[in-house]
């Protein structure tokens, strides 16, 4: 585990989590991406260094790394999961509501379902069994991506920002 008081601007163990528990959290969704990404937000708090657009940049990478991996194992195993998921008259409506919805949504739902716990996994692997076309999920990914690192990284400067300061806005 690493220890938060690790988590700064200089400190390459925050580039490496900006970007490696986002893009292993799409496959593996008990990871705490967004908690890490708070943290780093957190730790940052305060600070005008311009490296910490970097730390944004490299959580939106992770995450649009990790929603592609999981598009590209929907993709691989699209054929066999699909016999498994999609078998008989139910499965056929699930699969044509899938289609339906991200002919008609697609970037929106990609979008909302970073958002959304569990949903982020659901999506991209079922974007890639349905073979949704992969130059417009990269698109919807890296949208989803810098949105979402925009907004869990805000969240942490804020809160950071808060109890870095006395009952007058002054800094401690």
């Known amino acids: 585990m690493i220890d938060l008081a690790q988590l700064d601007i200089s400190s390459p163990v925050s580039y490496l989590i900006a970007v490696l528990v986002p893009a292993f959290d799409a496959l593996i969704p008990v990871l705490p991406s967004e908690t890490a990404v708070i943290a780093l937000g957190v730790a940052t708090a305060g600070s005008t260094d311009p490296r910490i657009g970097v730390l944004v940049l490299l959580a939106a990478l992770g995450a649009f790394l990790g929603d592609n991996a999981a598009y590209l194992l929907g993709r691989r195993f699209g054929p066999t999961a699909s016999r498994w998921l999609f078998a008989g008259e139910r499965g056929a409506r699930r699969r044509a509501w899938a289609q339906r919805s ?46 979402w690192a925009t907004y869990a990284f805000s969240i942490g400067r804020l809160g950071g920002g808060r109890g870095r300061t006395g009952s007058g806005g002054r800094p401690r």
Do not use: K
């Open 102 to 147: 991200l002919a008609q949504y697609g970037i929106r739902i990609i979008v909302a379902c970073r958002f959304i716990p569990g949903g982020r996994t659901a999506v991209t692997i079922t974007c890639g069994l349905i073979g949704y076309p992969q130059r417009r999920f990269m698109v919807g990914t890296a949208i989803a991506g810098i949105l």
